[in-house]
């Protein structure tokens, strides 16, 4: 076996011996033939962020060649709501490099994600996968560059409360057992992430903790390793997928919603992303940030009033986005500074060699690390459209790259303190939108920086804005803010959002 597979948790890798990017048709019939693989489930993406599914029981080989190459169709207005129900069929056809084994059926089954094409044959230039791809394919096109990316997953469990070992309010931050309740759940989540194809960074509990009456809420979060955008974004809507089967077969709750209760920490989808040149970190050189770093975080910043419409898409996202939660209200960046918008983690910058100091019979090995350097948008939440996300990202990335003054900006939005017990700075900072319909107004306003080089088309654009202004929530965060029984009711709402 090679570096890569041999200690690979994808059984499809481990067989075939190859990296899933090398999965071929014949591949995937090997391995079927050869783990008595009884059906094939066809996962595509929905308009709700969902991950849905189209079973087939493989009645022989021909069929099942013919299932793998050709695809099936579906109801695309029953999918997407720009779709019209008199021209709505469409192709799902599968990506053979996402195929995985379902680790919860009792029958042996293969899952596969798959893309959207239209009658003609063509990939369906709405879709948001496709949009990723063409987003990406510009970057590169545009620039040499390509875009990695990951997310930090945030859900709460919400379950029956014990007796023994409470867990203290809002203190819940790594956590261990036994006043972390979920531990166990989270770890068979992450191996059953890993197994479909996930790169998973590591897992841990996170700082929402509290009881209400009988229920007891536990947050925890899942952080996964920087891939291909498109990778990223795939691996993220499986992780969701598996996550709340298992907490189905569990029999409790877990829910990905921006807010929770009132005075409690909400959920985030932290993306860390990192710009590459032929395999190699161009954010960091000689332990400091590159100028090409600090462009892509103009781009960022300067995009991020419209980046919500995408990673931030129900009214209670914006009653996330609040002072002194560990979530961004103000568009500016820093290093290691949980009250800005984009961070520049601790990274392992320069030659470290802390393991030997802390482990002396180790040889003196000096060793670079800054290949592990990211930034982190810290404004999206689990109600995102991680491909259109992940979309506005490369095209973020791409106009940070193109502006004419992207180093002043970087320059003058840089914060060294703590926003929110520095009013004076605070003063000089633009703001990210309130609501729902303040960020279709963005979308709106810089609507042409997403539809050149046609990666966007003027209807997504115009869709996404008109389902944003549905909400109608201009003035909900003045009007409802003391009120939480009123804030519990929209909580309801958006419970289980994308």
Sequence with gaps: MNNYTEMNPNPLVQYLNKPPEEFTKGDLIRYIEDHDISMINFRYYGWDGRLKCLNFVINSKQHLDNILSCGERVDGSSLFSFIEAGSSDLYVIPRYKTAFVNPFTEVPTLDILCSYYNKDGLPLINSPEYILKKAHRVLKERTGFTLEAMGELEYYIISDKGSLFGATDQKGYHEAEPFSKWGRFRRKAML??????????????????????????????????????????????????????????????????????????????????????????????????????????????????????????????????????????????????????????????????????????????????????????????????????????????????????ALEYAKKTYVDVDIFKDKNRLKELNHLPGSCWESAEFLQKQKDIYLKYGVFTEGTINGITEHLRKFNDRNLRKEIEDKPEEILKMVKQYFHCG
């Excluded at 929770?260 to 960091?284: D, E, F, P, V």
């Excluded at 770093?293 to 931030?312: E, Q, R």
């Excluded at 984009?342 to 060793?367: F, H, I, Y």
């Design 192 to 405: 059953a992430i890993a197994q479909a194809g996930g790169l998973i960074k590591y897992g841990h509990s996170e700082v929402g903790n509290f009881s209400v009456d009988s229920l007891e809420y536990e947050q925890n979060e899942i952080e996964f390793l920087p891939t291909q955008i498109e990778d990223a974004a795939d691996q993220l809507l499986i992780a969701k997928w598996i996550l709340r089967i298992l907490a189905y077969k569990h029999g409790v709750t877990i829910t990905f919603a921006p807010k929770i209760t009132a005075g409690k920490a909400g959920s985030g989808l932290h993306i860390h992303s990192k710009i590459m040149k032929q395999g190699t970190n161009m954010m960091i050189k000689k332990g400091e940030l590159t100028d090409l770093a600090k462009k892509v975080i103009a781009g960022y910043l300067d995009l991020s009033p419209s980046l919500t419409a995408f990673g931030n898409l129900n009214p209670m996202s914006y009653f996330r986005l609040v002072p002194h939660h560990e979530a961004p209200t103000n568009i500016c960046w820093g290093d290691r500074n949980r009250s800005v918008l984009v961070r520049v983690p601790l990274g392992w910058s320069g030659k470290l060699n802390m393991a030997k100091e802390t482990n002396p019979l180790e040889k003196d090995e000096q060793q670079d690390f800054s290949q592990r350097q990211t930034i982190e948008l810290r404004s999206p939440d689990g109600s995102a459209d991680v491909y259109l996300l992940m979309a506005g990202l490369a095209i973020a990335a791409r106009h940070g790259i193109e502006m004419e003054n």
